[in-house]
């Protein structure tokens, strides 16, 4: 039977962490690839590293974080961040990440996906749609960090995207995102219903219980969270244990 | 001192499989040298072989026939040479005689069998992507201490469906059968990715270059 995941979230900002990450057991709670590995030997699923460079230089140095996370963990990766171009995907793939994410540069130009999965196999290609509701059982889909508006209704724009070759659908609420008050179930729900691929369910997770309804109310098969992992508030061995205690299966090594 | 060539063709990722295989020389305390490569006279020398790939059936095929001579020694190692081969995600499926993606496609006919999309009547999610639990049904050297219930990690959307049943050693289950490692002779292929299977994936790898069949 195939795991429900958990997938731990890291803001990486020419080539250091950002947001205040505070791992009691780690010298340099800033490196990403020692908190790669930290998450990984706890249990994580796979990691996501989100890149918040604004500079050329600040993505080659993302290339070289990339390379030495994967030589360090054997945990999947998924990179994401200013990704506008199959080349840059293959680059991503090159450096060591195992899937990559794309998301203003797919708004803008939806081909894009088409593009990139018929480079690289669509399991590579995980579309990232950042929305915002907009009325009732209405969102819109934002680029550019969550600041722009598009007017793009998110829930057509994942069928887009699913129709154009994404293997996957990381679904961040702009709403939730950063609340803690839990992921926006109605538009995970919503897009998890109307695609044929993996849909990671993101933003707002704050307790084990978010996590939970995270999964068994919407259909996604992942969920994602950074603050509640970073800050130690939430092990991530206790959230498994919880999830698969609550009858999600859950990924648990006993040996 | 023994050759491990790992296949670098340009697809998929290499540093994670290089750095696994890397692991798995260091806990096999063997003395191997570990080369990443495309050339045919290199992997023609080499005391085994590795071949990675994502993406497309026919995308990877190509790509290796694109390499002038590169499919031929890997024929000479397998069938005249009698030389460990491993196969990971589409480097396991191209060794099917069929892949059905987008058409049909030929493999490469090591292991008899066709490469075909995994049943969608369950309506589960597809690719099947995450950690599945490993069902093991033989006791092959490369499988020493990994059993079922172990996890490994997969992403895929077809899957090999092997034509003589002993030669299927690994299975899991999504929403059926899914064929998760295959095996015959001096050949071995893993649909899912050893390289990100944590404990399981190096075991197995550590067990392959220890192997010697």
């Known amino acids: 039977m195939l795991k429900t995941r958990i997938i731990p979230c890291l803001d990486v900002k020419d080539g250091r962490t950002v947001k205040g990450v505070n791992f009691v057991d780690l010298r340099d709670a800033g490196d990403p690839v020692a908190l790669a590995k930290a998450y990984s030997e706890q249990g994580a699923d796979e990691i996501c590293f989100l890149d918040i460079s604004a500079s050329e230089e600040g993505r080659g140095t993302m290339l070289d974080v990339v390379n030495k996370t994967a030589r360090n963990c054997f945990t999947p990766l998924t990179v994401g961040g200013g990704v506008r171009s199959p080349e840059n995907v293959i680059a991503l793939l090159r450096a060591g990440a195992d899937k990559v994410g794309i998301n203003s540069a797919a708004v803008a130009d939806p ?29 819109e889909v934002f680029t550019h960090g969550g600041k722009r508006g598009t007017g793009i209704d998110a829930i057509e724009y994942a069928e887009l995207a ?13 709403d939730k995102d950063g609340t803690k008050s839990g992921y926006d179930i109605e538009l995970t729900k919503m897009v998890a219903s109307r695609v044929t691929i993996p849909v990671i369910a993101s933003g707002g997770a704050g307790t084990i219980p978010h996590l939970i309804e995270g999964i068994q109310e919407t259909g996604a098969t992942a969920v994602l969270a950074a603050s509640i992992f970073h800050f130690g508030e939430i092990a991530i061995e206790d959230a498994k244990r919880e999830m698969q205690a609550a009858g999600i299966p859950m990924r648990i090594e006993e040996n | 001192m023994q050759t491990v060539a790992l296949i670098d063709y340009g697809a998929g990722n290499i540093p994670s499989a290089q750095r696994a295989l890397e692991v798995a020389v260091e806990r096999s305390g063997l003395s191997c040298e570990l080369i990443v490569t495309d050339s045919p006279e290199k992997i023609a020398a080499a005391d085994r072989v590795v071949i990675p790939g994502v993406g497309h059936f026919k995308d990877c ?17 397998i069938h005249k040479k009698g030389r460990p081969v491993l196969g990971i995600c589409v480097g396991m499926q191209l060794m099917a005689d069929l892949g ?26 597809i690719p099947h992507m995450g950690w599945n639990e490993l069902v093991v049904r033989t006791e092959h050297p490369v499988l020493e201490g990994i059993q079922t219930g172990n996890h490994a990690y997969f992403v895929h ?13 690994v299975e899991v289950d999504y929403g059926g059968h899914i064929t998760a490692a295959i095996g015959r002779d001096n050949v071995f292929g893993t649909q899912f990715h050893p390289e990100l299977s944590q404990e399981t994936g ?12």
């Open chain 1, 162 to 174: 699913c129709a154009k070759g994404a293997g996957e659908i990381l679904l961040t609420s702009m």
């Open chain 2, 157 to 169: 959307s077809y899957h090999m469906h092997c034509e003589n049943p002993s030669d299927l050693q």
């Open chain 1, 111 to 139: 081909d894009l996906i088409a593009r990139c999965a018929a480079r690289v196999g669509r399991q590579c290609v995980v579309v990232a749609i950042d929305a915002r509701r907009t009325g009732e059982g209405k969102w």
């Open chain 2, 61 to 77: 095929r190509e790509a290796m026939f694109g390499v002038s001579g590169l499919v031929e020694a890997l024929e000479d190692s």
């Open chain 2, 202 to 213: 190096l075991r197995l790898l550590t067990n392959w270059i220890k192997w010697n069949p």
């Open chain 2, 100 to 125: 059905l993606e987008d058409g049909e496609t030929p493999g490469f006919g090591w292991i008899p069998g066709k490469v075909e999309h995994i049943p969608t009547d369950a309506g589960l999610p």
